[in-house]
Structure formats: C-alpha cells, structure tokens
C-alpha cells in the first residue's frame, strides 16, 4: 500500500519541477524575444547605412553633373532643377527610412 506522506512529497516534487520548467520557458520565450528585437535592429542599422551609401553615391553624382554643367556654355537651368528636386525627394526618403 502507499503511503499518503509518499504520495504528497511526489506531487509536491512534480509541482516544484513543472515550475521550473515553466519558469525556464518563459526565460527562453524572453530571449527569443531580445533576439528579435536585436535583429530588427540590426536589420534598421544595414538600411540606414545603405541609404547613407546611395545618399553618398546620389551627391557625388549631382557634384559631377554640376561639374559638367558649369563646364558648358549653354544653359541647363532645368536640368539643375531636376537634380536637385530628385535630391530633396531623396533626403525626404532617408529621413523617413
């Protein structure tokens, strides 16, 4: 026959062990969670490092096509323009990324 005091110290151990189960998956629910939130982060930093590449890449080329347009003597004043609303339009999109 078994004994109730048996009986009541394997249910508490079972009780104790089913915590630290559980308290062990919501340690790992926890760090799944950080990794998450890391690698979104990191994700964020790579674009906004891209964006400063093609910001970078988009300025050298407007100096350049200045460059060739103040060479000239005829006048590309719209041209101009264009290079500088297409600028703008991008420094909007990098201040929103």
């Given at each position: 026959m078994v004994?109730?005091?048996?009986?009541?110290?394997?249910?508490?151990?079972?009780?104790?062990?089913?915590?630290?189960?559980e308290t062990r998956e919501e340690?790992?629910?926890?760090k799944r969670d950080e990794i998450a939130t890391l690698d979104a982060e990191v994700?964020?930093?790579?674009?906004?490092?891209?964006?400063?590449?093609?910001?970078g890449q988009l300025n050298r080329a407007h100096a350049a096509l200045d460059r060739m347009l103040n060479s000239t003597d005829s006048?590309?004043?719209?041209?101009?323009?264009?290079?500088d609303k297409l600028i703008e339009v991008a420094q909007e999109q990098r201040a929103a990324a």
């Open positions: 004994n109730i005091d048996t009986l009541k110290t394997a249910t508490k151990r079972v009780t104790q062990a089913n915590r630290r189960i340690r790992i629910a926890t994700r964020a930093e790579q674009d906004r490092v891209e964006m400063n590449k093609k910001m006048d590309n004043e719209e041209v101009r323009e264009a290079l």
